[in-house]
């Protein structure tokens, strides 16, 4: 079990709820080390999404993270021009990635906590599935929460177990 990681009934068949079943995003918006901050910014508005992955230039290079966090606290409240710096000056890298889709949540619950970070860069087969938030997570909980809750008033009603 995971430290601060509520378990329950809720949590899906035999208590497992995969990474792979609440990823909403599955075409990730990038954007390349030299797009300014202020183009970013329109693509995170315009896919109203919180950060966006930067592309790596070479193979061996490990993919960046810009988000929201980034643009205030790195550029705005520095007094910065977003339409001058460059995401590579504050994205942040490495990004942190899981390489199966089938990982259990806590699985990524416990990535996120070690790296300090609300978001992952989900592959599959060598594949860049999506992109997992700690509010996805908490949604996809709060979900089943509320369909194991249902579910249960229904068999109370029915007499069933």
Not at 22 to 48: P, Q
Not at 94 to 103: A, G, Q
Not at 123 to 131: K, S, V
Not at 151 to 159: A, I, L, P, Y
Request: some cysteine.
């Amino acid at each position: 079990m995971i430290e601060g990681i509520a378990t329950g009934p809720w949590l899906c068949i035999g208590g497992r709820m995969e990474i792979g079943g609440i990823i909403r995003r599955k075409d990730i918006e990038m954007v390349e080390h030299d797009c300014t901050v202020a183009e970013a910014v329109k693509r995170m508005v315009r896919r109203n999404v919180g950060s966006l992955i930067v592309k790596r230039r070479e193979r061996s290079e490990a993919y960046g993270i810009i988000t929201r966090q980034d643009v205030l606290f790195k550029v705005l409240a520095n007094n910065l021009d977003l339409s001058e710096v460059k995401v590579s000056e504050v994205m942040s890298t490495p990004v942190v990635i899981l390489n199966n889709i089938h990982l259990d949540i806590r699985h990524a619950a416990k990535a996120m906590a070690n790296a300090g970070v609300s978001n992952i860069v989900v592959f599959d087969a060598g594949d860049l599935y999506g992109f997992l938030s700690s509010t996805d997570i908490i949604e996809a909980l709060a979900n089943d929460i509320v369909r194991t809750s249902l579910n249960s008033q229904s068999n109370d009603v029915s007499g069933g177990c």
